[in-house]
């Protein structure tokens, strides 16, 4: 199933949600599930750092959004846990965020 948004809604360097996806423009359009794989926090409220990087906003965990994997860990608090950045980086080499194509119909974007 399919659903779509008007381009207009995500210019660049901005997130939205759409569905159970984090949809946003780091020059590219992408969509990636919108739960944060440490805690759970709403990607689509997150940000997009120099890098393109998806940034959560709950804890700052960074994510690729090409692979769905997680580049830096959670910070703050729970930067200072021995092993914890490893762990969730591993965890989602094997869990990626889930990742749908995005194309554009118009003036509209569709993710399937
Ligand atoms: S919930 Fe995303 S980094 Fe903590």
């Not at 440490?38 to 090409?66: E, N, R």
């Not at 860990?73 to 200072?80: E, H, I, L, S, V």
Request: glycine share 14%; net charge negative; proline share 5%.
């Amino acid at each position: 199933m399919s659903s779509s948004i008007p381009a207009q809604d995500v210019p660049e360097g901005s997130v939205t949600g759409v569905d159970s996806y984090a949809v946003g423009n780091n020059g590219e359009y992408f969509a990636v599930g919108r739960r944060c794989r440490h805690l759970g926090a709403d990607l689509a409220d997150g940000s997009i750092d120099d890098d393109g990087c998806l940034v959560c906003p709950w804890h700052g965990a960074k994510y690729d959004v090409k692979s769905g994997q997680m580049v830096l860990g959670p910070q703050g608090f729970f930067a200072r846990i021995p092993g914890l950045d490893a762990g969730f980086k591993l965890l989602t080499k094997v869990l990626p965020l889930k990742r749908a194509d995005v194309r554009r119909a118009g003036s509209d974007l569709v993710i399937d």
